[in-house]
């Protein structure tokens, strides 16, 4: 079984600066998909940003991109410039063969 | 882009009756449903997984009686939480994929259920 773990709880950024949210994750599996999904007080579920396990490239999204190691089986999302607007929560999510894992979820404060 | 309506946003309901939550993709064939329960401040626990024309299978914990899933169209699943109590109050979420890639896409979510049980 796959396992997704999220150790920051909370967070906090000042408008503008850049902030890193991590994740890390158990899996036996080769290949396979990361993604980060937003949560705002919407609660609307939101996909920030994917990442396939067998490119080495980290992907890129505008203000968001991520750090993906494989090996270390670690995939953090850094916000640069961050904005009011991305205050939410955040999850790391591990899919595999249609089957999915979530986080526990990082909440994210951006204050102005 | 993929989006999925849920219906309704938020509904209030008394103990002992039923509440029906629909889940629809609206452009696109959803092959595959899934049904989440998220309470505050938590993450989603997976609740079942619903393939069209088929039955769903539900995770270990989840009372199958209780929550009754339909996937019967690519395009509509519905939740059925039967004999409603204070204790299934909560947010509940679907989220749908066409199958493509398994997931390699990521899941479209809809916007989530706020049950409340009185």
């Known amino acids: 079984a796959q396992t997704v773990t999220q150790s920051q709880p909370e967070m906090s950024v000042q408008e503008a600066e850049t902030v890193t949210l991590s994740c890390t994750y158990d899996t036996s599996e080769s290949n396979y998909y990361l993604f980060w999904y937003k949560q705002p007080p919407s609660r609307q579920m939101i996909l920030v940003i994917r990442q396939e396990a067998y490119k080495q490239q980290n992907a890129t999204e505008n203000r968001f991109s991520v750090n993906f190691q494989k090996a270390a089986k670690s995939f953090s999302l850094k916000i640069s410039d961050s904005q009011l607007g991305d205050t939410a929560m955040y999850f790391c999510a591990f899919i595999n063969a249609g089957k999915s894992t979530f986080g526990d979820g990082t909440t994210l404060t951006v204050k102005p | 882009g993929a989006v999925v309506s849920q219906h309704p946003s938020w509904v209030i309901c008394k103990s002992g009756t039923s509440v029906k939550i629909e889940c629809r993709s609206l452009?696109?064939?959803?092959?595959?449903m899934f049904w989440y329960r998220q309470f505050p401040k938590q993450s989603l626990m997976l609740m079942a997984t619903s393939n069209e024309g088929s039955k769903a299978t539900y995770e270990q914990g989840v009372e199958k009686d209780k929550f009754l899933i339909n996937h019967a169209s690519l395009t509509l699943s519905t939740l059925t939480v039967t004999s409603a109590h204070p204790e299934d109050s909560s947010f509940y979420i679907c989220s749908a994929t066409n199958g493509a890639g398994q997931g390699a896409y990521g899941y479209t979510f809809g916007s989530g259920t706020r049950l409340t049980v009185v």
């Open positions: 452009d696109f064939q959803a092959t595959t």
